[in-house]
């Protein structure tokens, strides 16, 4: 049977919580829209009150932008 507790509570192998992770990978970008909304809370609370917000979809956009961008400068 599943625990009730938040994954987001349970530490990572960097010694963080899920959230602390995803902040340090990602940064400003904080999601809610691919199954990480149970962090939602966890990430507001980690994410300097400066950065600007950004969906998941903006970044997966930009990424791809900066991605194809990177292939044409090659070729």
Same mark, same amino acid.
């Given at each position: 049977?599943? +625990?009730?507790?938040? +994954?987001?509570?349970?530490p990572? *192998?960097?010694?963080?919580?899920?959230g602390?992770?995803?902040?340090? *990978?990602? =940064?400003?970008?904080?999601?809610?829209?691919?199954?990480?909304?149970?962090? =939602?809370?966890? *990430?507001?609370?980690?994410? *300097?009150?400066?950065?600007?917000?950004?969906?998941?979809?903006?970044?997966?956009?930009?990424?791809d932008?900066?991605?194809?961008?990177?292939?044409? =400068?090659? =070729?």
């Amino acid at each position: 049977m599943s +625990s009730n507790t938040p +994954s987001s509570h349970h530490p990572t *192998l960097s010694g963080g919580t899920k959230g602390e992770e995803l902040f340090d *990978l990602f =940064g400003c970008f904080v999601w809610g829209d691919v199954g990480t909304k149970k962090l =939602g809370d966890e *990430l507001d609370q980690i994410q *300097l009150a400066s950065a600007p917000r950004k969906s998941w979809s903006t970044f997966i956009q930009t990424f791809d932008e900066e991605h194809k961008d990177h292939i044409k =400068g090659r =070729g």
